[in-house]
């Protein structure tokens, strides 16, 4: 079919047609499979496609379409509301998604492409840079997001998801566990990251916050008032390497608390005195020495300055 073709609804099309330009499609239609479709064509709501299909740029579609496995979006392509998309389709750069789209797994998408509220991802897709995602998002396990991305409130990512560098996201946002934070990502207030994740250098956090255990600390965190990590009520924390003799990479995080100080050290969370107790039974002496010195000289710092990580309010 050439350009400009207006087709109506329930129609049925098979395999390897090629559409040009400008048509128009009603609503409930089925494509199978490796159709190619050009630019500036408008789908309504209820379409059906198979695998393998192309679609150019600045398509629109509407409400409720279902994409199968391995087709290609162009640019700047619309598509509306509780849109499906399967395995591994590429979507190429400043598309737009609205709300309740749901997405598979291992999908590609490019840059500055814009999504609504309340989607659903998959495992393993990758994102590229300038992404926007709405609210209420739902992202699985393993997926990588590329520089600069933003996201709004309450989204939730699962297990071992990367994010690059300067990610901005919002309020009230959840990770499970062994996520990588890049550099200069900023989370808002009342956030929640489980164990075992990688915060990269200068991470912002806002207020209310809550770490779990065995979390990674880059260079030059900040946060807000009320951070929980450990399962303690942080009024300050520090980091130094580990200097237990053995020439290991470790970190070793002194957290300065309402009640005390806490240690984590690889393995090993626990009070200082538990922590120097622990050290000296190994032999490590001028370790246990070293990390109490620190810890120490650090809690008086933080009481002559008055600290309370706004836990007094």
Do not use: P
Request: with cysteine; glycine share 18%; net charge negative.
């Amino acid at each position: 079919l050439g350009d400009k073709n207006t087709l109506g609804d329930f129609n049925e099309l098979g395999n390897k047609n090629k559409f040009g330009n400008e048509n128009t499609f009603g609503h409930e239609n089925t494509f199978g499979n490796e159709n190619k479709l050009g630019d500036y064509n408008a789908f309504g709501n209820g379409n059906t496609f198979g695998n393998k299909n192309e679609l150019g740029d600045k398509n629109t579609l509407g409400d409720e379409n279902t994409f199968g496995d391995f087709n290609t979006l162009g640019n700047r392509n619309k598509l509306c509301d509780f849109n499906s998309l399967g395995y591994k389709n590429k979507l190429g750069n400043k598309n737009t998604f609205g709300d309740g789209n749901e997405l598979g797994n291992e999908n590609k998408l490019g840059n500055e492409n814009t999504f609504g509220h309340e989607n659903t991802f998959g495992n393993g897709n990758k994102f590229g840079d300038g992404n926007v995602l709405g609210n209420f998002n739902e992202l699985g396990d393993g997926n990588e997001l590329g520089d600069e991305n933003t996201l709004g409130d309450e989204n939730t990512f699962g297990d071992f998801n990367t994010l690059g560098d300067y990610t901005k996201l919002g309020d009230e946002n959840t990770f499970g566990d062994f996520n990588t934070l890049g550099d200069y990502t900023k989370l808002g207030d009342n956030c929640t990251l489980g164990e075992s994740n990688t915060l990269g250098d200068y991470t912002k956090l806002g207020d209310n916050c809550t770490l779990g255990e065995s979390n990674k600390l880059g260079n030059g965190l900040k946060f807000g008032k009320k951070l929980t990590i450990e399962g303690v009520k942080c009024r300050d924390l520090m980091t130094m390497g580990n200097v237990d003799g053995l020439g290991g990479q470790g970190q070793v995080v002194i957290i300065v608390h309402t009640e005390g100080i806490k240690i984590r050290a690889g393995c090993f969370s626990g009070s200082l005195d538990e922590f120097c107790a622990n050290a000296e039974s190994e032999n490590k002496i001028t370790y246990s020495k070293v990390v109490r010195a620190a810890a120490e000289a650090f809690e008086q710092c933080v009481n002559e300055k008055g600290m309370t990580g706004g836990w007094d309010d």
